[in-house]
Structure formats: C-alpha cells, structure tokens
C-alpha cells in the first residue's frame, strides 16, 4: 500500500511540475511578467549563514489595514495562495565581498549555505545578505535584502516555539474558527494570546544583566505547520503586536513528486528543532507549544535525544480533557528525564515559573499580568462563530 500511495504521489506531482512549467514559459513569451525574490529572514552562526527564500512572479498581495474588509482579505489569501513561483531560478548573494550561487527548486524555493571566512566577530545579531535573481537584474523588485540572525556569546539560551495556538489565536482543533481566523483576518486584526509579546520580550532579555556588547539577547526560532504562503502575514503581524522576531520554519503546501499536499507536520518539526540543537551544540533552549496538536509528543523525544539540553517546556493548554490527560502522561515522562514540561493555562503561569528558575527579571512580570489583561478580548466577529461552533 505504501509503495502504492508514493507512486500516485509521484505521478500527480510530476503532472503538477509538467503544467507548472507549462505556464511558466507561456507567460514569459507574452513577455517580462513582473518578478519579484522573497527572502526570508535567516539564521546562522560566526562560521555559517543559512539563507532561503523563494522566486515568484507578480506578487500582488495588498498591505493590510485594521478597517479592511473580509472581501479583501479573502482576496489577498487567494492571492498568497495562488502565487506563480519561478522553478529552478537562479539566485545570487553577496556577503563581505564574496559571491554566493544557488538554484530554486520546481517550486521557486532556495536555500543557501553561506561558508564565513574568516569566522564573523562576536557581538553584531542581525546581517545584512543582498540576494537577487541573476536572469531578472533588469527589474527592482528582483533584488533584495535578507536578514540573518546569529546568537551573540551572551546567550544564555534559544527559544523554539510553536505559532498556531501558541502565540498567534488559530483554534486548529476547530476547523470553523480556524478558517475564520486565516480567511476572514489580516495582520492587524488577528489576535494574539494575551501576554505573549511582553513574555516573549521578557525571554528575549532574559535577566537584564549587561548592556551593550554584553547584553543577553536570546534568539527566538519560529516553528510551525503553517504553509510558506502565510510567511508575510506573520511577520507584519508580529511588527503589529511587538512580538520579537526571529527565524520561522513554516511548511510547504503543493504537489511536487515527492510531496503531495504538504509534509508531515510532526516529522518536519522534528527534523527543524534536531537541526537547531546541532547547529548550535552550546545553546540549551527553552520549548513552547500547545496541547491542540502533537508539540508535546516531539518536545518529549527531543529532551530524550538531547538530555540536559532542555531548560523547560511550556504547553498552553487549548484542548479538551481527554488531551490534557495525554499530555499528563507525557509531563511524567519528560520529568524523568530531568526535565520541567507545565501545561499551562495562560501566559502568566508560564511567566511566573520562568521568574522563578531565573530565566526572566522580577522587573518583567508586571507587564506581562498587564499586557495579558489588555489583550482579553472578544471581537463581535469572534462572538458570532463562537455562538454558533
């Protein structure tokens, strides 16, 4: 059966490619469509960048409002989903004077694996990559800027978190809310869980000691079954709501001959967070998910393969009894291997222990309780669909 279902994944992929390819270079003989490179914000150390990003054309989704309407909303999701990627296009970066190449897979996506030489300094976070798409320089908007991340030496730990559910409202676990939440908002009206941003921050900064050079600054990395389409949303949303930005993983959504409609969302979490520990072996992390899907199942075999590397684990809680005493049973056995998982029903509560094991500064924890209840609301739009799920 398996050997079955990989080989009709293959041959529909291979039929999406085909007409994909199809499309592609009937529209580049109508002529020039307008290109444009994403580049999605990376992450790396002294010794490696890692840069992706992806080739499409004609990127025409409209920035968001807070008085847009759900028509227009509904038309920019369309138009995030409905993107025309460039397969196979070729990328260039620059960085300190050197010259990076790659190719896009069939899907316009890219990845680059930039060797530092000699390793960067310690001290500078964020840096500046320039990436451009070599068979389109003629026009602007093929050429862009992407950011990296690296942890500075003050670090005392990372943070891997979850979005859906855990810092951003979904309701994955209901279908109804959960397209109300994608289709019908936009990055100035969905809402955060309360008390996030300040949390967040306050992790961030950790205990505040140092200033300059020697602050802590403890890198955020964003994990997440959300498709790629939604990466624009997310980041305006976070600069809306003042939530710390870091590096997201998100998930492909499509048909390609190994892929049909997306990956598998816990293999793919997986593999990202075994990624993060071995790209950065010094850093312990501290994980944050939710209980309405399986963060709780992959955080548990990540403190078994990486003993000692986990400070502690918070799992909002989102969902019903019956997975709360799952999640229960797997808190058990995280505690036997030395490790704190809370299932927790707020911000707050995860705010608090984190003051209490030294991980936040006592000054923090006012604007976390404050912040939490500012962002206490219900929306008119929220009532209704809960009135009627």
């Given at each position: 059966?398996?050997?079955?279902?990989?080989?009709?994944?293959?041959?529909?992929?291979?039929?999406?490619?085909?007409?994909?390819?199809?499309?592609?270079?009937?529209?580049?003989?109508?002529?020039?469509?307008?290109?444009?490179?994403?580049?999605?914000?990376?992450?790396?150390?002294?010794?490696?960048?890692?840069?992706?990003?992806?080739?499409?054309?004609?990127?025409?989704?409209?920035?968001?409002?807070?008085?847009?309407?759900?028509?227009?909303?509904?038309?920019?999701?369309?138009?995030?989903?409905?993107?025309?990627?460039?397969?196979?296009?070729?990328?260039?970066?620059?960085?300190?004077?050197?010259?990076?190449?790659?190719?896009?897979?069939?899907?316009?996506?890219?990845?680059?694996?930039?060797?530092?030489?000699?390793?960067?300094?310690?001290?500078?976070?964020?840096?500046?990559?320039?990436?451009?798409?070599?068979?389109?320089?003629?026009?602007?908007?093929?050429?862009?800027?992407?950011?990296?991340?690296?942890?500075?030496?003050?670090?005392?730990?990372?943070?891997?978190?979850?979005?859906?559910d855990t810092v951003i409202k979904s309701d994955v676990v209901n279908l109804l809310k959960l397209a109300r939440n994608?289709?019908?908002?936009?990055?100035?009206?969905?809402?955060?869980?309360?008390?996030?941003?300040?949390?967040?921050?306050?992790?961030?900064?950790?205990?505040?000691?140092?200033?300059?050079?020697?602050?802590?600054?403890?890198?955020?990395?964003?994990?997440?079954?959300?498709?790629?389409?939604?990466?624009?949303?997310?980041?305006?949303?976070?600069?809306?709501?003042?939530?710390?930005?870091?590096?997201?993983?998100?998930?492909?959504?499509?048909?390609?001959?190994?892929?049909?409609?997306?990956?598998?969302?816990?293999?793919?979490?997986?593999?990202?967070?075994?990624?993060?520990?071995?790209?950065?072996?010094?850093?312990?992390?501290?994980?944050?998910?939710?209980?309405?899907?399986?963060?709780?199942?992959?955080?548990?075999?990540?403190?078994?393969?990486?003993?000692?590397?986990?400070?502690?684990?918070?799992?909002?809680?989102?969902?019903?009894?019956?997975?709360?005493?799952?999640?229960?049973?797997?808190?058990?056995?995280?505690?036997?291997?030395?490790?704190?998982?809370?299932?927790?029903?707020?911000?707050?509560?995860?705010?608090?222990?984190?003051?209490?094991?030294?991980?936040?500064?006592?000054?923090?924890?006012?604007?976390?309780?404050?912040?939490?209840?500012?962002?206490?609301?219900?929306?008119?739009?929220?009532?209704?669909?809960?009135?009627?799920?």
């Open positions: 059966m398996a050997n079955w279902k990989q080989a009709l994944t293959h041959i529909v992929g291979s039929i999406d490619d085909y007409f994909d390819s199809l499309q592609f270079r009937r529209r580049q003989r109508r002529g020039i469509a307008p290109v444009q490179i994403l580049a999605y914000i990376g992450h790396g150390t002294r010794e490696t960048f890692y840069v992706r990003g992806r080739a499409i054309e004609d990127y025409s989704v409209l920035d968001a409002r807070d008085t847009d309407t759900t028509w227009r909303n509904l038309r920019n999701m369309y138009r995030r989903f409905n993107s025309q990627e460039i397969p196979h296009a070729r990328v260039r970066a620059y960085f300190d004077g050197k010259v990076y190449e790659t190719r896009a897979d069939d899907e316009g996506f890219f990845r680059l694996e930039i060797a530092l030489d000699p390793p960067l300094l310690d001290g500078v976070i964020w840096h500046d990559v320039p990436v451009e798409l070599i068979d389109y320089a003629e026009q602007e908007s093929a050429r862009t800027v992407a950011r990296v991340i690296v942890p500075p030496g003050t670090a005392r730990f990372g943070i891997i978190s979850d979005l859906d994608t289709f019908l908002y936009n990055s100035h009206t969905r809402l955060p869980f309360a008390g996030v941003s300040e949390f967040y921050h306050a992790l961030q900064r950790g205990v505040g000691q140092g200033s300059g050079a020697t602050a802590e600054y403890n890198p955020f990395f964003y994990v997440s079954n959300s498709p790629w389409n939604l990466y624009d949303l997310l980041v305006d949303f976070f600069k809306v709501r003042g939530i710390p930005m870091g590096t997201f993983f998100l998930s492909d959504i499509g048909l390609t001959p190994t892929k049909l409609v997306r990956t598998n969302g816990v293999k793919q979490k997986s593999e990202v967070i075994h990624m993060l520990f071995e790209t950065h072996p010094q850093l312990p992390f501290i994980l944050i998910g939710d209980s309405g899907e399986q963060d709780a199942e992959i955080y548990l075999k990540v403190v078994q393969r990486y003993p000692g590397r986990v400070k502690a684990i918070y799992i909002r809680d989102v969902s019903m009894q019956r997975r709360d005493r799952e999640v229960q049973r797997i808190i058990e056995q995280v505690a036997a291997s030395g490790t704190e998982m809370l299932l927790i029903p707020d911000t707050a509560a995860a705010a608090a222990h984190a003051l209490n094991r030294g991980y936040i500064a006592p000054a923090a924890l006012p604007a976390i309780q404050e912040e939490k209840r500012a962002d206490q609301q219900t929306t008119p739009i929220e009532a209704m669909f809960d009135d009627i799920s």
